[in-house]
Structure formats: C-alpha cells, structure tokens
C-alpha cells in the first residue's frame, strides 16, 4: 500500500487515526480555567503578555476568555465578527485546469460537507483564532464502510498549547514537557489567524483589547464606588481622648449605620458631625467607557460609527450601513478560514479515501464574497447600451449580477405576454456598408424623403456613419474591458476628449453650406411666385 503523507509533505500511518491525541493527556481534561482577571493590575497584565511571548499561552489564554465572558461590548462586536461568515455563500472549486475526474471530486466534497450539521458551528469555532490568534480543532476520525470521515470535531481551548521554545512558531499540546508535544498529522484542523504580524502570541485581536479591558474594569469599579457614596453627607465620629478601641469600633459602626439607616446609637461623651454632603458626577467615568468601547470597536471591527450615531441621535440607516463587519476584514477573514479547510480537512478527507496524493491538485473550498451589483442599475443601461450596439455577452450580465444560468430543462422566468421583445443581435456587415445602412435605416424611418431638407439630412447621415462608426466601436471596446457600470462611467469620461472628430466635423460643414443654399433657393422661389 503507498505510504499517505499529510499536508506539510510527513508521512502518517492510519493507526494514529483510532484514538485523538488529547485522549492520551488526561490531566489537560482535568485543569480549569485560573481566571487570571480576577485583581488584574497593569503590572500583572504586563507579566502575563510577556509570558505568552516566552512560550507559556495558558494565561494569556485565560485571560483572554475572561475578557470576552466579563465585557459585553467585547462580546457583541467579537460576535459580529466570528458570525460574518456563516452569512457568506460558500463553493468548493476543482483546481486549475481540472479533469472531469478532478471535477467531480469538487462535486463530491461539496455535497459532503452541505452534509455536516455541525459546519456552522466549525467556522464559528475557527473564527476563536481571530482573537487569541490560533484555533485548534481536533478531528475524531471514524470509519464508515471502507472509507474514514470525521465524526466529531471538537475544539479545543486555547490554554491547552504552548509554542516551541526554539522558533515559538509552532503550536504544540501542553503534555508537561519543555517543548510540548507536537500534533498529530491529520489530527487537527490548525486556523492561524494574522490579525497583525507577528509571533503567534501577539498576532490576535485580543492582545490590543487587553489595556482597554483593564482600563474600563478600574473605571467600573471607581463609578461603583462613586455611587455609594454619592449624595450621601461625611459623617466625622469623635471620641474622647483615651478611648479604648472597642469604644472607637462601637463609634465606627454607629457612624456607618447612620449614612445607611438614618438611625444610629452611639457611646455618652461622643459625637458624630455631618458635613457637606458628597458631590461629584459620573461624566469623567461615562467618558473613560465611551472612549474603551470606542477603541475595543475600532480595533474588531475596523469602525465606530454605528455607535457614534446611536448616541448623537443620527438616523438608524446611518448605524444599520456600519454595523455591520467592514467588508475588506470579511473578505480577509474568509480567505484565511478557507485556506486552513482547504489544506486541514478536504486534503486530508481525499487523502485518506481517494489516494489523492498532491495537495495542489485538491479541491479548493471558497467563500463568496463578492457584492452583487445594483440590479436595478443594470436593469436600465444594459438594454440601452445593446440598442446602440454594444455587444454584451451573457456572461459577463450573469457573473455580474449574481444571477445562474438556467441548467438544461430547468424553468426559467419569461416576459408577459405583450410585452416587448428583447433587442435582436445586430447583424455583422464590414465597414462603411453596414454603418450607412444603419443610419440609412434610422433616417428612413423618421424624414420624407420628397423633401429637399430630408434628403440633405439623409446623405448627411450616410456622410458620418463611418465616424459614428468608429466612436461605437472605441465605446464597446471599453464596456468589454469595464468591470463595473463605475469604471465604464470614468473610461467614457477620459476617452471623450480624444474620439475623432476631423471627418463629422468636415460632413457637418459641408451639410450646412447645402442647408443654406437650399434655403436662399427656397427664399428665391417664393419672391418670384
């Protein structure tokens, strides 16, 4: 049997498939979480940061889950984020100049993962990467008939790596080793997710969320504080000189009970003074949490206005157009997530089941993430441009707007009866015979023939169809070149000034000094009648 290598070029035996590797690491199961936010300070999130660079992601890790379960705004915007893709359509494509064989292999693979139940919630859990910069997901392989398939994918918390100590580059499971132990060929679907460049402990979005999070945790707390306390008038206990401290602790208590009660006793022989009550305002607080949910925004998202205009009362349409992902993170996201199935669990799937032996000659998954264009849009110019004879094809009509081509027998929508039919494609003659035939045929239809002015005109229209002529061409040149009504608009634009005008300008000429003659002869006739 041919030996069957991994997608880095390793050779692997199936034996390795029977059992995932986590299951031979028990302690990692039993370990729970340190929560490492719990009284963060600056100096503590510096040493937790510089242990992740050193190797060590277990705290890093944390504490990042920490952040995402204790902010909701980090929550919400993260969930944006990791949700996008799920509302993208999704292909899997054959290679370039694929085999019929090759291309229904596409067909295979597409139609087994449409299959998987459980496919929302992988993108999902790739999209953890996002943040801590890596997502593991471990492959539970079972055999089916003959053929192997992943029965389960399980993803894996992040604290359970750790990086290599010589490149810190590559992941490795936690197994109580220095280095760690390194991941089993086929085991795993690895999405390593560049945010920012950099090692893998600094690559994730969650690295610059961090001293935002710290900062709105102090301000919380301070505003907190502000609100026991505020409103409420300082009160000052005196005791007599050569209290005991029980006495003093009794007066301690009675001053505490009176701010909260209103009631209170107190030892003979001492006092409690209430001054000025509280002041202040929760303004300095409300701006140090606008200004981190503002950052922690800018930084997932790649924007802040949607929440800009919910708060100075701008119109929804303005918040609804941001709230969204911005589409070049979208796009990043997708091609990154679709790069590590194509290579962590299509290759390996056709690798195992059919001896496909090159990874660049497997199937490709893809997501679609282009926009389709503005159908009304096209709707208006695109018969306008064929009635001047453009000639569009099909498909570049069909890629455009998003819309499939009708497979053979499929229904297909159809005009009402009546309506107009489409414009006919024009007739194909050589040069100057088909441009006068055409102006010839537009003339027709709208002159008398029997009148002088007509026949001017319409020798004036044969005269010009050659330039006419050449301007259509030079304009269907460029809408086949456009890749948008946009780019079309501005090539028209640049080109105008440069179109040929030298002939139609000699014919206009010409044809005005025959529309005056004629008229002078018209005037003269009427003086001698």
């Known amino acids: 049997m041919p030996q069957i290598i991994d997608q880095y070029g390793r050779p692997i035996e199936r034996a390795v498939l029977a059992e995932p590797q986590s299951a031979k690491l028990a302690r990692l199961r039993l370990e729970y979480a340190t929560h490492p936010s719990r009284g963060l300070t600056p100096q503590r999130l510096a040493a937790i940061l510089e242990g992740a660079e050193a190797g060590e992601l277990s705290a890093q890790a944390d504490l990042f889950a920490d952040m995402e379960e204790k902010d909701g705004h980090i929550l919400a915007e993260m969930g944006k984020r990791k949700r996008a893709l799920l509302t993208l359509p999704w292909d899997v494509v054959p290679p370039a100049s694929a085999s019929a064989a090759e291309k229904k292999l596409a067909e295979e693979v597409k139609e087994w993962l449409a299959a998987r139940t459980d496919f929302d919630d992988l993108l999902f859990d790739l999209m953890d990467a996002a943040g801590h910069a890596y997502s593991c997901i471990e492959i539970e392989w ?122 209170g006793v107190i030892p003979e022989g001492m006092a409690v003074e209430l001054l000025e009550a509280a002041k202040g305002t929760h303004e300095p607080f409300v701006a140090m949490f606008d200004w981190c949910e503002r950052t922690e925004s800018k930084v997932i998202l790649g924007q802040v206005l949607s929440a800009e205009a919910k708060a100075t009362g701008l119109g929804s349409g303005v918040a609804n157009l941001q709230s969204e992902v911005r589409d070049d993170l979208k796009v990043s996201d997708a091609r990154q997530v679709a790069g590590t199935l194509s290579r962590d669990l299509i290759y390996p799937w056709l690798a195992l089941n059919r001896g496909l032996a090159d990874p660049s000659r497997a199937p490709r998954f893809v997501f679609d993430t282009q926009a389709p264009e503005d159908l009304k849009l096209y709707a208006e110019s695109l018969p306008k441009l064929v009635g001047i004879g453009m000639q569009i094809p099909t498909a570049y009509a069909h890629e455009r707007l998003r819309i499939p081509r009708p497979q053979e027998g499929e229904e297909v929508l159809s005009p009402p009866a009546g309506a107009a039919p489409a414009p006919a494609g024009r007739e194909e003659q050589p040069g100057r015979a088909a441009a006068a035939a055409r102006m010839a045929a537009l003339s027709a239809e709208a002159v008398d023939p029997a009148h002088p002015a007509d026949l001017v005109a319409s020798r004036m229209a044969e005269e010009a169809a050659p330039e006419i002529e050449g301007w259509l061409e030079a304009i269907r040149t460029l809408v086949e070149e456009a890749e948008s009504l946009e780019a079309l608009r501005d090539a028209l634009l640049a080109t105008y000034g440069d179109l040929p005008a030298e002939d139609l300008a000699r014919v206009m000429q010409a044809g005005l000094a025959v529309a005056d003659l004629a008229g002078r002869f018209d005037v003269s006739q009427e003086s001698e009648e």
């Open 142 to 263: 079972a055999r089916l008939g003959r053929d192997w398939y992943p029965q389960r994918l399980h993803h894996r918390l992040p604290g359970w790596f750790q990086l290599d100590r010589t490149t810190r580059s590559e992941l490795r499971l936690r197994d109580g080793s220095a280095d760690g132990a390194a991941l089993q060929p086929f085991g795993w679907i690895v999405h390593l997710h560049k945010a920012k460049s950099g090692h893998i402990a600094r690559a994730g979005l969650h690295r610059a969320l961090a001293w935002p999070y710290l900062f709105k945790n102090y301000g919380v707390r301070d505003l907190a504080e502000f609100l026991e306390i505020y409103g409420l008038p300082v009160r000052l206990g005196k005791y007599p000189a050569g209290a005991a401290a029980s006495e003093k602790a009794t007066l301690l208590k009675a001053v505490v009970e009176i701010g909260h009660n209103a009631a």
